[in-house]
Structures are given as C-alpha cells and as structure tokens.
C-alpha cells in the first residue's frame, strides 16, 4: 500500500484516515497540531502518543520533509536562499527576507516553470512537476525551524506559476490559514501570477483575502507578447478586466509588478500607456529594476528612468514604488531562483 502525504491532509480529512484506520477521532487533532503547530516531522517525536500508535502511523503516512542542500546569506541585508531537496530528487529554492516588520518567506510552487517569460530563471530549465500543498507548506515551516524566529508573511513569488497548480495552492493556503495549526491570515500572503485569467476568477469567486499580485511587465501587447508568451493567450485587455473583477469581488487593492528592463519597457512613452491602462483602479505599481539573469543580456533601467517612470505614474494619481532588490549577492531576487544548483 502506497503511503499518505498526511501533511496535506486538512482536519476533516485526516479525521476520516484516523476514523477508518480505527482509532479515535481526538488522535488526528493530536497529529495535526504536531505537524503544523509545532513542527515535528518524525512521528516518534509526537510524545503524546503511545510508541506502538507512533510505529502504525509511520507504515500508512509519510511525513514531507525538506532536505537543506545549501543555505546562503546575503552580505547585504540578512536574506537566506534555501537549496532544498525533495523526496524524490529535485530541487527547489525558497528566500526567507528579514524585515523591520517581521520575517517574510518566498515559496516556490512547482519544479521548475513553464511559461517561458524571457527575463526569468526559474523557467531556463523547463518544467518538471507540481509541488504538494505540504512540500509548499514545508518551505514555510522549514525556513521558521531553521531561522528560530516566526514566519509572518508569506508571498508566492519564487519557482513556479502558482495559478498553473491552482488546486494545491488553495489547499495549501486552506492549510496555512487554519485556525487549528499554522494560522497565518491570508492578508499576510500575496500570490503572483503571470496572467492566467480563467484563474482569477476562480480565485476572486473564494474572496481568501490574500493581495493578488500580476506580473504585468508592459503596457502594450506589442511588448508583453515578445517577453512574456503568456500574452498570446491572454491578452492585456482581458488580464485587467479580470483584475477589475477580483478587486470588486474581493475588496482587495491589485498589485502589479513591472520590472524595468533598458530600452524594452522603461520610456516615458510606456509610462503613459501603463497610466493609461491603470487610470481609476484599485491598484499599486511595483516597480522592480530587472535583476540579472546569466542567459539573457537584458540590462536594468538607470536610476533617472526608473525614478522618472515612477514619478510620472505618481503624478498621475497611481500608487507606485519602487521595490528594493534583496539578496542580488546570493541571486536570491525576483527572478533568481532555478530548480537546480546554481
Ligand atoms: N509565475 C509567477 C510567480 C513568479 S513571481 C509570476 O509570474 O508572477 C516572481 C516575480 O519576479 C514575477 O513578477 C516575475 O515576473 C518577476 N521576475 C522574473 N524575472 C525577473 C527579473 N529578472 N527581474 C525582476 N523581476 C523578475
């Protein structure tokens, strides 16, 4: 018999395996604390459950672990990457930023990626599979054991589209939310995606409360379509009609990421598109110099564009600021990160 991913379970769920495998119903909220309250990964660490118990768990469930493969420190701002290894061999990243305000970790949701947008590392080496809610769990928890400290924050912006695995990372984030373990408001999470709009209906029909982040990038789809294949898809107009019913459904303020990329996207004529597309929504601009990425040769826009671009956003009544870069020494910023050693 195949064992159970026990850390992707729900209350409810496991309740039933526990109901089934003929114990009592209290035993699975005894598992359940330990596995998301408390952290334990092993189940002879569960001290309130007897030794023969512990044994009989251990042959129907496993328990997610990740493998740190290497840890690295940023020199600048304190910011740890996380190289972990999977159960079965591969590899993702994860960044833990420490701020004034509290700890905030970045979660990949699959291995690799595959949408292809030109300026990103994460999508160099392709596709491999989705992550389980508990592997994305598990970066979490691993980065808050690891660092000592609580995990207040929570954003999917690392490997992966989060929207191409929609149905685990709603699992996921019904997981971290549950009153009954880690308890993280989904306020406290953004989830950003590239675009995909049958997708953000779906998830402005739960009204979660967590901030919907777009990688917007462009203005037109004359220059979203050459770096981001998204765009053929889904085109710009059809992006913003979805956003404007989320932020209706929802109540919740639309951010979108923009990175200035030198002479592709970063003109005074795209400002004024960009303010153009944006008059009169419920948004915020996160303007991100574009980071470096050893495959492609795209450069970041010089300090006057990018204060340039912002202020001409601002003096046209849309919010926008201009995302400091984290952990560049350890290739740790958005964008960075890749499924294999790097
Ligand atoms: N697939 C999702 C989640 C990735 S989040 C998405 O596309 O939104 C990572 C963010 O970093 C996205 O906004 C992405 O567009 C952006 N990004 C990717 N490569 C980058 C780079 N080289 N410089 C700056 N931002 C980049």
Redesign the pocket.
């Known amino acids: 018999m195949e064992k159970k991913d026990v850390k992707s379970l729900n209350l409810k769920e496991l309740e039933c395996e526990i109901i089934e495998l003929g114990y009592p119903k209290f035993r699975a909220k005894q598992i359940y604390e330990w596995l998301h309250k408390k952290n334990v990964n092993e189940f002879n660490q569960m001290t309130n459950i007897s030794y023969k118990i512990q044994e009989e768990l251990d042959g129907y469930f496993y328990i997610t672990s990740l493998k740190i493969i290497k840890r690295l420190v940023s020199k600048f701002d304190n910011t740890v990457k996380y190289l972990y290894e999977l159960s079965d061999g591969n590899f993702i990243e994860s960044v833990l930023m420490k701020y004034k305000h509290g700890n905030s970790v970045c979660v990949s949701t699959q291995v690799g ?1 595959k ?1 292809g ?1 030109t ?2 590392a994460s999508t160099k080496a392709g596709f491999v599979r989705n992550l389980t809610p508990s592997e994305i769990l598990e970066q979490i928890y691993a980065a808050g054991r690891d660092d000592g400290e609580k995990v207040s924050n929570v954003v999917l ?1 690392g490997i ?3 929207l191409d695995n929609y149905d685990n990372v709603v699992k996921f984030m019904e997981l971290l939310s549950d009153e009954n373990g880690f308890n993280l408001s989904l306020r406290h999470l953004s989830l ?3 675009g995909m709009v049958d997708k953000i209906y779906e998830l402005a029909n739960l009204k979660l409360g967590l901030t919907l ?1 777009i ?1 917007l ?1 462009a203005p037109t789809d004359y220059i979203r379509s050459k770096t981001m294949p998204i765009n053929q898809k889904w085109k710009i107009e059809e992006v913003i009609k979805a956003c404007k019913y989320y932020a209706e459904h929802t109540k919740r303020r639309i951010s979108f ?1 923009y ?1 200035l990329i030198d002479g592709v996207n970063d003109g005074p004529k795209q400002a004024e598109e960009l303010s153009r597309l944006l008059k009169g929504m419920l948004c915020h601009v996160n303007l ?1 110099p ?2 470096q ?1 050893k495959e492609t040769d795209y450069r970041s826009s010089d300090r006057k564009s990018i204060f340039a671009f912002q202020k001409y956003l601002s003096d046209k009544g849309i919010n926008a600021t201009v995302r400091r870069t984290l952990g560049a020494d350890i290739n740790a910023a ?3 990160l890749r499924r294999e050693q790097s």
């Open positions: 990626c949408m947008c300026f990103c912006m992966g589209e989060p950003s995606t590239c982040s990688s990038h990421e990175a991100i574009v980071n990425v958005c964008g960075q």
